[in-house]
């Protein structure tokens, strides 16, 4: 049962388009969302995070935006450049005492020079 | 910056072997993870370790279990490799908030470990 979804596996932009990766997730007890980043051969790095008391969190070029009814998020990156070229996985958590975070499948986003 | 060392990048075995993974990390987390990442299948969680000598099961942890002596240290460890456990293996940590920052604070991952088990 996959709690957490990204049903695109890829998705390709030309570079200063935006990227919008997207996220769907089935347990309404989720109450905190991150994005993270992984290039090849290197550990995933933290991105940005969202709160599920807001709807909306901006860091630079990246937009986070959190749909609970619809239980729905997505990453913005806007301008999309070369770099940003990584898989993308998005990962949900529950207050629930304990400390961990069920991940999506990723997305490989490629950015077209 | 925190920092995540697994000890080796890429490592080959055989089936029957028992195989270690070593992680370390140098920020006094009090949390610790081991995941696998496989195509199509994102990370999944195998164990993970909230305190020294404390260890919880997560999604799959069937072939695998897990060491925590010192808090800067934990290692997963399968016990008789087979072949379906070749995998990319990561390990992480992180700090423990108090209250709803409990979960809120970021996993750090070390570069991950390449597993084939032949």
């Known amino acids: 049962d996959q709690q957490v979804k990204q049903n695109s596996p890829s998705l390709s932009v030309q570079e200063g388009r935006i990227s919008i990766l997207n996220c769907d997730y089935t347990n309404s007890m989720f109450d905190y969302f991150l994005w993270y980043k992984k290039y090849p051969a290197e550990g995933p790095t933290f991105l940005i995070s969202i709160s599920s008391i807001k709807d909306k969190n901006e860091d630079g070029r990246f937009t986070v935006f959190l749909n609970k009814s619809a239980k729905h998020l997505s990453l913005h990156i806007v301008p999309s450049q070369p770099g940003d070229s990584a898989v993308y996985f998005c990962?949900?958590?529950?207050?629930?005492?304990?400390?961990?975070?069920?991940f999506g499948t990723g997305t490989r986003l490629k950015v077209l020079a | 910056d925190v920092k995540v060392t697994q000890s080796s990048r890429y490592l080959v075995k055989r089936t029957g072997e028992k195989v270690f993974l070593e992680c370390v990390q140098d920020?006094?987390?009090?949390?610790m993870f081991w995941y696998r990442q496989d195509p199509g299948l994102g990370l999944r969680l195998i164990y993970f370790s909230y305190d020294v000598k404390m260890k919880e099961k997560g999604d799959i942890p069937e072939g695998y279990s897990v060491s925590r002596e010192k808090k800067e240290r934990f290692s997963l460890i399968l016990e008789s490799a087979s072949t379906n456990q070749t995998s990319m293996y990561l390990c992480?940590?992180?700090?423990?908030?108090?209250?709803?920052?409990?979960?809120?604070?970021?996993?750090?991952f070390g570069d991950g470990t390449r597993l084939s088990i032949l």
């Open positions: 920020m006094d987390h009090e949390n």
């Open positions: 990962a949900a958590s529950a207050f629930s005492g304990t400390y961990k975070y069920i």
């Open positions: 992480a940590s992180s700090l423990t908030g108090t209250g709803r920052l409990q979960v809120s604070q970021p996993q750090h």
